[in-house]
Structure formats: structure tokens, C-alpha cells
């Protein structure tokens, strides 16, 4: 299933504090999830959202799969 990709405001204010290059790249890891599922993904616990944690390099990106709507939600990008 292929996902369209939402930032949401608290999203992207994290990716604009990562360096630009490291941010394209995760960018592009998000881009290329959503549109083949290729990934390293946890499936983090919750009760009725699918809430995925991205793993790209040292960073992490939580994001929530809404299946009805076919959008996936990027909700924050963090430092390991």
C-alpha cells in the first residue's frame, strides 16, 4: 500500500532543526516508506492508531498510518 505523507507542524519544526543534509536524507527514507514500505520499522503500541517508529541512522521518525485515509502522519524527528 502506498501512503501519502503528512508533516505535521511539530514535525516539521523538528526536521528544520537537523542539519539540511541529514534532513534530506530522512526525508527521503520517509518519501521512499511511503511509497514502497522499504524500511526499518517498529510498530510501537497503541490503542487504535497504527503508530510507526522510522529508524534512519541515528535518527527516529514517529509517524501514525491511517489506513482509512491512506495518509501516514509525521508526528516527530529525534536524535538517538
Do not use: C, K
Amino acid at each position: 500500500m502506498s501512503w501519502e505523507v503528512e508533516w505535521t507542524p511539530s514535525g516539521i519544526a523538528s526536521l528544520h532543526r537537523i542539519h539540511w543534509l541529514d534532513a534530506g536524507r530522512i526525508d527521503a527514507a520517509v518519501q521512499r516508506f511511503a511509497a514502497t514500505g522499504e524500511g526499518a520499522v517498529h510498530r510501537v503500541p497503541a490503542d487504535h492508531a497504527v503508530i510507526v517508529r522510522l529508524r534512519i541512522g541515528r535518527y527516529r521518525v514517529l509517524a501514525a498510518l491511517d489506513p482509512w485515509d491512506g495518509v501516514m502522519r509525521i508526528w516527530w524527528v529525534y536524535r538517538v
